[in-house]
């Protein structure tokens, strides 16, 4: 483009830069496909702009060698949530030496997992309750797309990633491919942090099955990218 575009085939030109083209370059270059690392690192402010930007980079260039529609681009994330609404504010008459806050000590959490796309389109819900069997589930109708799990300490592990693919992520995807008129293998991109129990062989295979790529934001900046 900055020296001869006439070069390119969109110009009337000899060269497509396809992903064949992409993926030969890459290979003189000495690059391999490798698996996230799970290994903590700082990121300094410094590096950080850097950080992000190869991140989006990473994000734009897969988007487009891949041809994926933005309605095929879903970001997801674990958070936290106490079963107590907890807050270390309240209201107390002036003057008052102490004042004390029910449920402030209640450290009873389930894990919620929060998916969506960027056009704005949220996928169905997954919550994982702290137990060994269906019990601790709360008893309430949930929707019938949210995904209702549980495991020994609430937090999401690979069998939870595993169940949360199947049940939520896939169905939306194969939805969206049809209502795009897209083939049933169409590719999608996932983004999400290189939390551990998302990286591993099982989780990582069964979304190349499904021609789902992955762009993972590096470590320590989840809360910032």
Known sequence: MKHDSNLLDTNGGPIALKKGWANHLLTRMGMVKRKASTAKS????????????????????????????????????QTAIHYVPRSH?????????????????????ITALFGCTIT???????????GKTKVC??????????????????????????????????PYVCK?????????NHPALAIFDVFKGQC?????SLLEKNNIHIVTVPANTTNRL
């Open 89 to 109: 504010w309240t209201m107390a008459k002036a003057g008052s030496q102490r004042v004390e806050v029910v449920g402030l000590d209640d450290k009873r959490q």
């Open 200 to 204: 591993t062989e099982a989780v990582l």
């Open 42 to 77: 700082k990121v300094t402010l410094e590096d950080f702009d850097d950080v992000k930007a190869q991140m989006l980079a990473d994000v734009k260039c897969t988007v487009e060698m891949e041809d994926i529609p933005l309605d095929l681009v879903i970001n997801w994330d």
């Open 120 to 130: 704005g389109d949220f996928l169905p819900v997954q919550l994982i309750y702290q």
């Open 176 to 184: 969206k491919r049809k209502e795009l008129n897209l083939s049933p």
């Open 137 to 170: 589930h709360a008893q309430v109708d949930f929707p019938k797309d949210w995904s209702i799990t549980h495991t020994p300490s609430h937090w999401s592990n690979e069998d939870t990633m595993v169940e949360y693919i199947e049940k939520v992520l896939l």
